[in-house]
């Protein structure tokens, strides 16, 4: 199963909004998922227990100390289904 969590420095709104369009991509890509979200700040610190973190374009350097089994995928546009899908596919190689 496919862990990824979500996480947006404006807060647990935004991130949920954007957990809901991940959520809606990975069903398209037939994937078994489970998707999180959170703030930025706390997700620093659980990154390492997800395969997949989605995050605002601008805060990817925020993630420096992950194993390399924790993709980081930045997104310009948030609420972008089309981006999303594109980025997503990449990062997991489908």
């Excluded at 954007?18 to 998707?35: D, P, S």
């Excluded at 390492?48 to 930045?74: H, R, S, W």
């Excluded at 310009?76 to 596919?89: A, P, R």
């Amino acid at each position: 199963m496919l862990k990824v969590l979500a996480a947006c420095g404006n807060g647990m709104g935004s991130s949920q909004i954007i957990k809901m369009r991940i959520e809606q991509v990975l069903r398209e890509l037939n994937l078994e998922f489970h998707v999180d979200h959170t703030s930025v700040g706390a997700a620093k610190g659980s990154a390492k227990m997800y395969d997949l973190v989605i995050v605002p374009a601008q805060l990817v350097g925020e993630f420096t100390n992950v194993p390399a089994t924790c993709k980081i995928v930045g997104l310009v546009n948030l609420l972008s289904v089309k981006e999303i899908k594109e980025k997503v596919s990449l990062a997991l190689n489908l």
